[in-house]
C-alpha cells in the first residue's frame, strides 16, 4: 500500500549529531496525533497532512479529529479545513474517552489535539489504553518565534511523546540562532519543514540538504556576530 516513510534520516557536524534517525510511516488503521503550543499551526499542519495522506492512500478513508475541551470555545479552522479537502470530521471530548469515536477500520484518523502539550500529556495513558496496539504516530509543531526558554520546554515534552518535530511558520520568520542552537541542544528529531499561511504546498521533508542550509546560516551568522563585536572593540581601543 501507500504511505509516507521518513527512513533513518542522520546528520552530523564534526561529532555533534543534528539530525537523528527520523523514522515516520503511516499506515492503513493508524492514528496521526498533532500536538505543540498555541499558535503553532498544528491544526493547518494537520490539514496539510491530511490532504497528501489522502492523495496517496486513494483507497482508504482519511479522517479528521479534534480532541477538544468542551469547556472551552473552540475554534473552527479544522471543520473548515475538513470541509475544503471534503473530509469527514468528528469531535472527541479530551475529559470523557468513553465517548471517543470507534476506531474503523480502512480509516487513517488524523488527529488535532486542541488543547495544551501539557494536557496531551496528562491524558497520555488513555490515549495508549485507547489505542491499544495500534501504532500511534506523534507530530509537535515548532512555530519559529518562540523564545528561547519556551523553546525549550516544549521540545522536553516533545522527547517525552517521542514526537517527530515540525518546525512551522517558516512562512513568516525564519529560525534565530538561539533556536536553531536549542534544537541542537536537544537533539530534536525534526522531520518536516512547512509554511502555516495557506493550506496548500510548503511542506518538506527536513532532509539533510535543506537542513544544511539552516545550520549554515547558523554558522555564518555566528562567525558575523564574533566578526562585528571584535571589529567594536577595535574601534573602542582606538578611540582611546
Not at 479534534?66 to 471530548?93: F, G, I
Not at 476506531?103 to 484518523?109: K, V
Not at 517521542?162 to 541542537?184: G, N, R
Request: hydrophobic share 40%; glycine share 6%.
Amino acid at each position: 500500500m501507500s504511505g509516507v516513510t521518513l527512513s533513518n534520516i542522520t546528520k552530523k557536524y564534526g561529532e555533534t549529531q543534528v539530525i537523528h534517525g527520523i523514522d515516520l510511516e503511516i499506515k492503513d488503521g493508524d492514528f496521526c496525533v498533532f500536538v505543540g503550543p498555541s499558535g503553532c499551526g498544528k491544526t493547518t499542519l494537520a490539514a496539510k497532512f491530511a490532504s497528501l495522506l489522502s492523495e496517496m492512500m486513494e483507497a482508504r478513508i482519511v479522517r479528521l479529529v479534534s480532541m477538544e475541551d468542551t469547556n472551552r470555545p473552540q475554534p473552527r479552522l479544522l471543520p473548515h479545513y475538513a470541509h475544503m479537502l471534503n473530509m469527514p470530521v468528528a469531535h472527541w471530548p479530551i475529559s470523557q474517552p468513553t465517548d471517543w469515536g470507534p476506531i474503523a477500520r480502512n480509516t487513517l484518523q488524523i488527529i488535532d489535539m486542541a488543547c495544551t502539550t501539557d494536557e496531551v500529556i496528562q491524558i497520555w495513558p488513555d490515549l495508549q489504553d485507547y489505542f491499544g496496539d495500534r501504532k500511534l504516530q506523534v507530530v509537535m509543531a515548532i512555530p519559529s518565534g518562540l523564545a528561547t526558554n519556551r523553546l525549550a520546554h516544549e521540545l522536553d515534552k516533545a522527547a517525552q511523546l517521542d514526537a517527530q518535530i515540525v518546525l512551522t511558520k517558516l512562512d513568516e520568520t525564519e529560525f534565530s540562532v538561539p533556536e536553531v542552537s536549542q534544537l541542537i541542544t536537544k537533539s530534536a528529531k525534526v522531520g518536516w519543514l512547512t509554511g502555516t499561511l495557506e493550506l496548500s504546498g510548503n511542506l518538506a521533508k527536513a532532509t539533510c540538504e535543506i537542513m544544511e542550509q539552516y545550520l549554515l546560516g547558523y554558522v555564518i551568522e555566528k562567525e558575523y556576530d564574533t566578526d562585528a563585536s571584535t571589529d567594536a572593540v577595535k574601534s573602542d581601543m582606538d578611540a582611546s
